[in-house]
């Protein structure tokens, strides 16, 4: 099983900078997608960016447009996310998902436990 491990959350004044790390470990795999999504208190959980195939085509919410920036390091099976001018209306907690094949051929699909950040006015 593929598991997955949010990092780099924590308090933030509005206009600062934050990035997120979402580490991947359990055996030899390939992440084919990858994506990042966050949830505020009492409201749904929404997509904020994506990065999708070997040419790391990379997709945000509007919301986020300009602000943030998804990457990955397939050497660390790692995808980032940069966040930066972070405003209140960005604290949420922030998932990582991913997914992709093991080397055994198993398609999977993980999520992690998320990761809070919290941006003061």
């Known amino acids: 099983q593929v598991r997955l491990v949010e990092s780099g959350g924590g308090l933030v004044q509005a206009g600062g900078s934050l990035r997120l790390s979402c580490a991947a470990s359990?055996?030899?795999?390939?992440?084919?997608?990858a994506g990042w999504y966050r949830q505020a208190p009492g409201k749904q959980r929404e997509l904020v960016a994506t990065?999708?195939?070997?040419?790391?085509?990379?997709n945000y919410a509007d919301s986020v447009k300009g602000r943030f920036a998804v990457s990955r390091d397939n050497a660390k099976n790692t995808v980032y996310l940069q966040m930066n001018n972070l405003k209140p209306e960005d604290t949420a907690v922030y998932y990582c998902?991913?997914?992709?094949?093991?080397?055994?051929?198993?398609?999977?699909?993980?999520w992690g436990q998320g990761t809070q950040v919290t941006v003061s006015s």
């Open positions: 359990g055996g030899d795999f390939s992440i084919d997608a």
């Open positions: 990065i999708v195939g070997s040419s790391s085509s990379t």
């Open positions: 998902n991913a997914m992709g094949v093991t080397v055994t051929a198993r398609p999977f699909n993980s």
